[in-house]
């Protein structure tokens, strides 16, 4: 037991915050992907095997990593809640950045090789980081969950603004463009691909190490104790739920009297921590009709994520040939991604997530349904497009973690979003489909104009979701 200085708790919260934002700034290089697909391709057709591999068929290693990591997601949850936040985040960071090492090795082998390394266990990886870092600063926060998981997730947005543009002046230093078969041929371009993996595979496995050593969960408080004393072996805090109900009726602070001796900003922050142990068990959720509306809502909208972080590159160079000019516009669309989960997440704090939610999918309807428009117009609205698509994607991935905390509860928040970020992963599986076997008879104006219907769907089912907090049924089973 030591003492606690009333300064503390809140420096331990933002260094939870930074450490999660740099941890996540490494996962979002999952966005750079559709920056190296040309690359990628390009490489196995002329150095590796098969050498009739198509733009189509190479998304299924985006596929596979997205789908990796729902699948990983829940376990990232189960062992964030057993284990505690910085072991989780470590194991799952090695397993990410170790995938994107190997890749070095396994483009040269064949396509199916580095599915699997930059695919399978990018993905796995990648679920099993995820979790950590968010759910440990929404327990630190937890009356702001949106700002807290905005915040940290703004980083998973943010990694493809560095690193998009850094693997484009790596691999294609002097602007080489397409030749006329649609693939980079030249030898400087391809030589580059493999090594690639190496420099920023182990530029990833630093940042996650260091950031996942200052991960910590918050301290246990309870109302016999001191709150200015912290026992730094004790699992995450329990308090019962008849105590937490009796306070909310009663407008009394959980802690009681024990508080009346500290200063008023401690006092402040801590009662922040106060509602970290409500919430529902995964399967008491799975029992609720709004998670069920929630995953729905998930699948529709991941289908235009799934479009936008692979299509975007590959629909502009239909009609743009400046390699560079790509990269930059995959740099600053990846600032309006990180710029998204914050504002959306205060958004959400302001006002519902329903709201957010009604919003963000009538923006992203309309502006996949007219993205094809960007041919006539040019590169100015093809930058403006890409933007706001990605300003909303960013949104995607702040507005459900708060839903699923305020829905659900903060106790089990690392488990129970992981079961719906499944939504995310089934989604992702069908768009790949789509896009090998459908694209080639839609062509790109069918093809957003189908996307475009999948969030005209999201829409209405945003409008019908009836925004409830499930505590109360928690509290019924607890009495029973």
């Not at 930059?118 to 990648?126: D, I, N, Q, S």
């Amino acid at each position: 037991m030591k003492l606690c200085p009333s300064w503390l708790p809140p420096i331990r919260a933002l260094v939870v915050l930074l450490a999660g934002f740099a941890i996540h700034f490494s996962l979002g290089t999952i966005y750079t992907y559709g920056n190296l697909s040309p690359y990628i391709t390009s490489y196995i057709r002329n150095q590796s095997s098969p050498h009739d591999l198509r733009i189509g068929t190479t998304s299924l290693v985006y596929a596979f990593a997205v789908i990796s990591q729902g699948v990983s997601m829940f376990l990232g949850g189960w062992l964030d809640h057993k284990i505690g936040p910085r072991i989780t985040t470590m194991a799952g960071g090695l397993v990410m950045s170790g995938g994107v090492m190997l890749s070095y090795f396994a483009i040269k082998l064949s396509f199916w090789m580095f599915t699997f390394t930059y695919g399978v266990m990018f993905g796995l990886g990648l679920g099993v980081c995820y979790i950590g870092p968010l759910a440990c600063a929404v327990r630190w926060l937890p009356k702001w969950k949106g700002f807290a998981s905005g915040f940290v997730v703004s980083g998973f947005g943010l990694g493809a603004v560095l690193f998009t543009y850094m693997q484009t002046l790596y691999i294609n230093p002097h602007n080489q463009p397409l030749s006329d078969s649609g693939y980079f041929e030249h030898p400087d371009v391809l030589s580059k691909v493999p090594s690639s993996f190496l420099l920023f595979g182990g530029v990833y496995m630093a940042m996650q190490v260091l950031g996942s050593l200052l991960l910590t969960n918050p301290p246990t408080t309870t109302p016999e104790s001191d709150p200015h004393e912290i026992n730094e072996d004790a699992p995450q805090g329990r308090t019962n739920m008849d105590d937490i109900t009796a306070s909310v009726n009663s407008e009394t602070p959980l802690w009681g009297t024990h508080l009346t001796a500290i200063e008023e900003s401690t006092t402040s922050f801590l009662s922040w921590t106060q509602d970290r142990v409500t919430g529902l068990s995964p399967w008491q959720m799975l029992r609720t009709f709004g998670f069920y509306h929630l995953w729905i809502l998930f699948f529709l909208l991941a289908t235009a994520v799934f479009t936008i972080a692979t299509k975007y590159k590959l629909f502009g160079q239909v009609f743009i040939k400046d390699d560079h000019f790509l990269a930059a516009v995959g740099s600053v669309s990846a600032i309006f991604n990180s710029a998204g989960r914050i504002l959306w997440g205060v958004f959400a704090d302001r006002f519902t997530y329903k709201v957010g939610l009604v919003c963000l999918t009538a923006v992203m309807a309309t502006f996949v349904l007219t993205f094809y428009a960007t041919v006539i117009v040019g590169k100015v609205m093809f930058t403006v497009w890409v933007c706001v698509l990605f300003f909303c994607v960013g949104g995607i991935f702040s507005l459900f973690p708060t839903a699923a905390a305020r829905s659900f509860g903060s106790k089990y928040f690392g488990t129970n979003y992981g079961i719906l970020f499944t939504a995310n992963s089934l989604s992702t599986a069908v768009s790949a489909v789509i896009s090998i076997y459908l694209f080639d008879y839609l062509d790109w104006f069918g093809y957003f104009f189908l996307v475009s219907g999948f969030c005209l769907l999201a829409f209405v089912t945003a409008l019908l979701y009836r925004h409830r907090r499930y505590l109360p049924f928690l509290y019924q089973q607890e009495r029973e």
